[in-house]
């Protein structure tokens, strides 16, 4: 576990194409859903060398020109961010100087259950989902809800679990992960 003080989920003051839809999924998460404290944009692979073995990481940009990582954080209640899989397709039929792409994206939610509501003893990030998951079916954007994910492998998938121990996903932690399809036009001029 990360230890932030302070964190921020920057925004991008010009964003274009997949930067733009999921920029406007985080305003929108973090309107709909008050348990969230911070909402981060696309995060990228970052890779550093632990102990002789190379360290895979989600890292998101943080607004002045540097990257850090969002790994679960104590020192916030809860966190997300979107990890968009390759490969985008490109769709036939797009107007001239537009394209029309599809891109799948994975929205990764990390909690600390007892810092969302201290009075409640039971795990219930099962409705933390639910809620996630009606707030992404009201955004103002194109997307397919396709699965969802809460097994620490799962949710972590692509990232190298010795930073992020099975530990963090252990009361009073939860994550879970959810896959969605984003489809957009982008404009090429």
């Known amino acids: 576990m990360v230890s932030y003080t302070a964190p921020v989920a920057a925004l ?8 733009r839809e999921i920029q406007t999924l985080q305003q929108h998460l973090v309107q709909r859903l008050p348990w969230l404290q911070l909402c981060y944009g696309r995060a990228t692979r970052g890779a550093r060398l632990e102990e002789g073995k190379t360290v895979y990481f989600p890292e998101v940009y943080d607004g002045a020109g540097e990257y850090r990582d969002v790994l679960p954080n104590d020192e916030v209640r809860s966190q997300a961010f979107f990890y968009p899989r ?15 792409v599809r891109q799948t994206v994975d929205l990764i939610v990390w909690v600390n259950l007892q810092q969302v509501d201290a ?3 039971d795990r219930f990030e099962l409705e933390l989902k639910q809620q996630v998951l009606r707030a992404l079916s009201l955004a103002p954007v194109g997307l397919q809800l396709q699965r969802t994910y809460d097994a620490p492998e799962q949710v972590y998938q692509s990232f190298s679990l010795s930073p992020v121990s099975t530990q963090c996903l252990r009361a009073p932690f939860a994550g879970f992960r959810i896959q969605l399809e984003l489809t957009y036009t982008d404009s090429l001029c």
């Open 86 to 100: 390759d490969p985008a397709t490109l769709l036939p039929g797009s107007l001239p100087g537009t394209a029309d």
């Open 12 to 19: 991008l003051p010009n964003p274009t194409g997949l930067d």
């Open 119 to 121: 009075a409640r003893p």
